[in-house]
């Protein structure tokens, strides 16, 4: 049997996320300590990782009161973050790229009837460099797509509508239990060995 594979960085970041936006509330470290790992499961030993790379992105805010710091994030001030942050990458993209575009030229031009030079091994290594940051640059536009807060709104409402639907069936199976009893007077665990009904069989809550 294979093991189970653990949760991605990316995987982890969004399920806190999840803890901030579904609760709205402010948190001190003790406590996401406790949550993240029972209700998202999010290792113990990575959440104040996690946590500190979600403040370092301007993701979650903090603040120190006392002797304490505390924790908070909002859907709509983190939409916004994010949608800056988008803007500000896609707009290096766009100046990275056309800069690409440049150099290439130079380069394909710089082969015209000449030999190498120091100035076209130079646009060489800058032409690098810059496909190198582009690489960067798409990856972090990909990172900040994952934890947006439209998608984990649509993950928990997903979810909400999967709930509700678990328990109309559990609803009808307890009324086909019902009716069978009053029926043809079956008692309720031969109903539930016969057609396979688990024990402990009850609503998701």
Not at 24 to 53: H, R, Y
Not at 160 to 174: G, L, P, Q, S, Y
Not at 188 to 198: A, C, Q, R, V, Y
Request: proline fraction near 2%; charged fraction near 40%.
């Amino acid at each position: 049997m294979s093991k189970k594979r653990g949760l991605s960085v990316e995987e982890k970041r969004t399920r806190m996320m999840e803890i901030f936006f579904e609760t709205k509330d402010v948190f001190q470290l003790k406590d996401i300590e406790k949550i993240a790992p029972k209700e998202k499961g999010i290792t113990a030993m990575s959440v104040k990782e996690v946590l500190q790379s979600l403040v370092d992105d301007s993701m979650v805010d903090t603040d120190r009161i006392g002797t304490s710091n505390y924790f908070w994030a909002f859907p709509s001030k983190a939409l916004h973050a994010r949608k800056r942050k988008l803007e500000e990458l896609q707009n290096q993209f766009s100046e990275y790229s056309q800069k690409k575009k440049s150099l290439q030229e130079a380069i394909e031009k710089s082969k015209m009837g000449r030999q190498d030079t120091a100035e076209r091994a130079a646009l060489i290594k800058e032409l690098t460099a810059l496909r190198q940051k582009r690489d960067q640059l798409k990856a972090e536009i990909d990172k900040y797509k994952e934890c947006d807060p439209d998608i984990v709104e649509e993950i928990r409402q997903a979810n909400k509508v999967a709930k509700e639907a678990a328990n109309r069936w559990t609803d009808n199976i307890f009324a086909a239990k019902s009716w069978a009893k009053r029926k043809f007077a079956f008692e309720e665990s031969k109903i539930d060995k016969t057609f396979g009904i688990p024990e402990d069989f009850d609503y998701i809550n």
